[in-house]
């Protein structure tokens, strides 16, 4: 966004201060949709396209969750059975790795990195995750550049991060999200009136009066906190934003309703619990796309050293996965494995309530790619080789679906970049050194 | 040897033993300085100055973005922080709700010096007034004229527009709530007339690192007229302004604050115990040791200006009713708190076996001598243990077909007899077995699944025989208190130490020891010294000690995939 294009903006929104008539010079969204609600009605363009991440913690068994054949017509595996009625829409990509390069492997950690920064740090860190630059590229004209959401209690947990320094902190609670989107602030596209609100206006000039110091405050400062400071300036911009919105009358949205409004609910790590909070968000979340909310999502299940619990037992997921003893029989651990069920559980419960929202012909989920992936194809040992990766949905006809991708040990980032590309992101290649790539899945570009 | 080896130490230990026999010179070492830094206000700053400016009746609603730490502290994660999109809607709704309770009817009499001309219009001179001083607070700095003009205009357009005076005051300070003066703790660095060629912080800069580091808030008037008056560039001014602080109860806040960040206090926002394993530990339990460690250390180091080490093995400390039907101790006082002091070789001396550190290193439903000793190495020794290795084979840890692991230290025993996890696991788990006669929730034992605990063990060459000679060996570590004196500065500095500021902490150190570990003198002698607010220049910068780079050259090679 040019400062430009800022200032004249502003001056737009400064002249409405004065005046009691509304005349909104700002450019209208694109979001007017035709009769049946399956494309915008000026341009007969479809619909927008959805991103969302899906994260859980401390992997599948191997052997367990792998399709058995390659290609289409696949079938799940036992410890994905829960997705098999979605598996048409689902890509199951095996076999991605991390590479090192010589750096430490950080449990729980570098393969999450890897996969969404392309990048393996050595402490903190370095780059913006891919939600991001995918929000930047289709998630600009929102009310929320993205949306994020952990199911284990920590704001910190979230994976999604705009640059080195700044993590999008993710909703815990799902009443807090559902007042954050649906609460006094939002505008039901289909309400029949609409009447600025002037306590919007005065504080959008505010907030105006804020960014107009921004040039004088970064020359001030030194190089990196000048970085930083663009950044809280990015953030100033995207409320502005949000305000600007509110001060539209948004276009109708034939498939957006409000969801129910949650009850405040305990949040912690106890599994039943989560999965509930989880059903939650999922609801809320679908219906802040539906509604245009947002384009991008990011749902952290369970943070990557899963904390999931059985009421009573001293044993987290994540401890099972390193202490629980080998079934020889079953050739796996039990207790570990059951919290693997319950979370493909919630997966397909999070694909349902996608495909539950009917657009026209189609649901939303055809119109959204979720990378669904966790950071270990082998918790017990802290694998960095085959680690579990879905793509779901349709993405508004962007990608094939319905396949078993068996890479042979290839970089995590060839799905990343695949996803950037599918999606219209600019970008020849992606990662660092040899997470480096340039080339995408070939299978299920279109 | 291999243990040393294996642990990264923070710079300056390995300095100071080199020095040890050296003798003290008159005056500090001079430094180079660091880099000024941008720093974001931490939820406790953020609330203490709405609380200093406002009153305390104001309540700050929202919740906040979560910090970084780094280098062991959140003070210097905060020079790294920036503000996402989400968190700016925070700050914003939580500048709304303040704004609009300090222009309430309850408030606007003794917060407002002025009354508007009409209260359904602007009045812009009354805006002015009021607008200037609150700025002047929250800025830490005067206003400048475009600032001020700025805000007046604003509180008078949405006046107009809102028709309502105290409407548009209202939203012109919650515009400077959000507004990165406010939000950001900006250094400005200036030449330094003392010192040709060398720079220093500016006066209000100084204030401004001054008053956060000992009373964890923004300079109050006083401070702000001795800036503003040039007399923090004097060593008299100066040393006047840290007296005056130093002397007030108001040090209490700064040390509350400092250990709080050290100790880790943060963590405590997302734990939980199970509740069928530990159907006494819940949030109010929590809450209340951490504020039984701040009472013990405050009582200790601020009000009877005792001996940091004696942090180890104080039996004094404080109870209130809740916390002593956990400890088993009986406590006469119905609401409230009251001192207790334990009898001699009881275990439970010092910090470290309250509650608050056994309960924040431990997994949800048991104990972790593990994380245990981790914690302690890196946030009392300022060691940095190295991550595990990738692959791990996790099967010799868990054998199998020996199934009668009943305590940790059978459980562990893997760890150090395996080579790739020794290495590490022999620096820290024999330290948190020291601890292992408390469980997750700093409940007492001394047996696991009805094997008895041992808690013997050596922790850097000191033997010991149970908690108690395991707490005075931590007291008389030389790592200790050099490890405090770097964390203590490091959280004022806003950055770690610096390469060239290394003599310097190591002369403080012994300042410190010579002057019998107390700590309200090293904070004087920190806030009134030159290095605390000299800054590098461009080119004679001398960066800050990697400790990254050094823990490279120790880490394990850990290629996963072989």
């Not at chain 2, 404080?318 to 334990?342: C, K, M």
């Amino acid at each position: 966004m040019s400062a430009i294009a800022n200032a004249s903006r502003r001056t737009v929104l400064r002249g409405m201060m004065g005046g009691a008539a509304v005349t909104l010079g700002l450019p209208l969204l694109d979001c007017f949709l035709n009769a049946n609600g399956t494309a915008m009605a000026a341009t007969g363009a479809p619909l927008p396209v959805v991103f969302g991440t899906w994260f859980w913690g401390c992997g599948l068994n191997p052997g367990r969750w792998e399709p058995k054949t390659v290609g289409a017509n696949y079938d799940m595996n036992i410890e994905t059975a829960a997705l098999q009625p979605y598996k048409s829409r689902i890509n199951v990509i095996s076999g991605m790795k991390v590479f090192l390069d010589g750096k430490g492997a950080k449990p729980h950690f570098t393969g999450e990195m890897a996969i969404l920064t392309g990048d393996v740090p050595r402490e903190t860190p370095n780059y913006a995750s891919l939600d991001s630059i995918v929000a930047d590229q289709i998630g600009t004209k929102t009310r929320f550049r993205s949306l994020e959401i952990t199911g284990t209690g920590k704001p910190t947990d979230s994976l999604s991060r705009r640059s080195a320094s700044v993590l999008n902190p993710a909703e815990i609670s799902p009443a807090a999200l559902y007042t954050r989107v649906f609460g006094p602030d939002f505008r039901d596209p289909n309400a029949a009136d609409f009447k600025p609100d002037p306590r919007i206006m005065v504080r959008r000039s505010v907030l105006s009066g804020v960014t107009d110091q921004r040039e004088a405050l970064l020359r001030q400062v030194g190089s990196n906190d000048r970085v930083r400071l663009d950044e809280y300036f990015t953030a100033v911009r995207q409320l502005e934003q949000q305000l600007d919105l509110q001060l539209q009358k948004p276009a109708p949205l034939a498939a957006c309703s409000s969801p129910a409004q949650p009850a405040d609910a305990e949040i912690g790590t106890e599994i039943d619990n989560v999965v509930a909070n989880h059903k939650l968000f999922a609801q809320i979340l679908a219906h802040a796309a539906a509604c245009d909310q947002t384009h991008v999502f990011n749902v952290v299940f369970g943070e990557a050293t899963s904390p999931l619990r059985r009421a009573g037992s001293a044993m987290t997921h994540h401890i099972l996965t390193h202490e629980e003893p080998m079934d020889d029989k079953l050739g796996y651990q039990p207790q570990a494995t059951y919290f693997m069920g319950r979370i493909m559980e919630s997966l397909a419960f999070y694909l349902q309530t996608l495909d539950s929202i009917k657009e026209g012909d189609g649901t939303l989920l055809d119109r959204t790619m979720l990378l669904a992936h966790s950071e270990t194809g082998f918790a017990k040992i802290h694998a960095l080789e085959n680690i579990p990766m879905f793509i779901a949905g349709g993405a508004g006809g962007r990608i094939k679906t319905g396949l078993h991708v068996e890479a042979t040990g290839e970089p995590v980032t060839r799905v990343g970049f695949t996803i950037q590309q599918a999606l219209g992101v600019p970008v020849e290649n992606w990662g660092t050194q040899s997470l480096n790539t340039s080339k995408p899945i070939g299978e299920i570009m279109i | 040897m291999a243990m040393t080896r294996r642990i990264t130490k923070i710079f300056g230990v390995t300095a100071l033993l080199v020095l040890g026999g050296c003798g003290a010179k008159d005056d500090a070492p001079a430094t180079k300085g660091g880099p000024v830094s941008l720093r974001r206000l931490t939820e406790p700053e953020y609330r203490q100055i709405v609380a200093d400016v406002f009153g305390t009746t104001i309540k700050v609603p929202g919740r906040f973005e979560p910090d970084i730490r780094e280098n062991g502290l959140i003070a210097v994660g905060t020079a790294r922080e920036s503000v996402a999109g989400a968190g700016f809607e925070q700050y914003d709704l939580t500048a709304r709700g303040i704004a609009d309770q300090v222009v309430d009817e309850t408030h606007r009499t003794s917060l407002i010096p002025c009354k508007p001309a009409l209260a359904s219009a602007r009045d812009d001179s009354c805006a002015a007034q009021f607008l200037s001083r609150a700025g002047r607070l929250l800025y830490r700095r005067p206003m400048t004229e475009g600032e001020l003009s700025t805000q007046v205009k604003d509180a008078g357009d949405s006046a107009d527009k809102l028709g309502d005076f105290y409407a548009g005051l209202s939203n012109s300070l919650a515009g400077m709530l959000v507004s990165p003066q406010f939000l950001f703790r900006e250094e400005v660095a200036e030449a330094d007339p003392d010192a040709v060629g060398q720079k220093r912080l500016d006066a209000y800069s100084k204030a401004e690192r001054l008053s956060f580091f000992l009373w964890d808030s923004a300079p109050d008037t006083a401070l702000l007229d001795a800036a503003q008056k040039g007399e923090l560039e004097s060593d008299s001014g100066l040393r006047r302004q840290v007296d005056r602080m130093i002397a007030s109860p108001r040090l209490s806040a700064g040390v509350r604050a400092f250990f709080s960040d050290m100790l880790g206090f943060d963590g405590f926002a997302a734990l939980a115990k199970d509740p069928q394993i530990y159907p006494k530990y819940n949030s109010e339990v929590s809450a209340d040791a951490q504020e039984q460690t701040l009472r013990t250390l405050t009582d200790l180091l601020v009000t009877h200006d005792g001996d940091y080490r004696d942090i180890f093995t104080t039996r004094k400390t404080f109870l209130n009713r809740l916390l002593g039907s956990i400890y088993g101790v009986p406590v006469a006082a119905r609401t409230g708190w009251e001192p207790h002091e334990y009898p001699p070789n009881d275990p439970r001396a010092g910090i470290l076996m309250q509650i608050s550190f056994l309960s924040l290193h431990s997994h949800p439903g048991r104990s972790s001598p593990t994380i245990r000793g981790k914690a302690l190495r890196e946030i009392f020794l300022c060691q940095k243990v190295p991550d595990p290795p990738g692959n791990v084979n996790f099967n010799l840890v868990n054998d199998t077909k020996n199934p009668a692991f009943h305590t940790a230290r059978s459980r562990l025993t893997a760890h150090i007899t395996q080579d790739s996890c020794a290495g590490c696991h022999r620096i820290m788990d024999p330290v948190g077995l020291a601890m292992e006669n408390f469980d997750s929730a700093g409940g007492f034992r001394t047996t696991e699944n009805d094997a008895p605990i041992i808690t013997s063990g050596e922790i850097d060459g000191a033997t010991f025989d149970d908690a108690s000679g395991f707490v005075r060996a931590v007291h008389d570590l030389p790592a200790a208190p050099l490890c405090f004196v770097n964390r203590l500065y490091s959280y004022g500095a806003g950055r770690p130490a610096a390469k060239g500021e290394a003599e310097w902490l190591n002369f403080q150190e012994k300042q410190f020891a010579s002057t019998g570990y107390k700590v309200p003198e090293l904070m004087r002698r920190i806030a009134t010294s030159k290095a605390f607010y000299r800054v590098s220049t461009p080119g004679t910068e001398a960066g800050q000690p990697n400790t990254k780079l050094s823990l490279a050259g120790t880490a394990i090679p850990t290629e996963t995939g072989k």
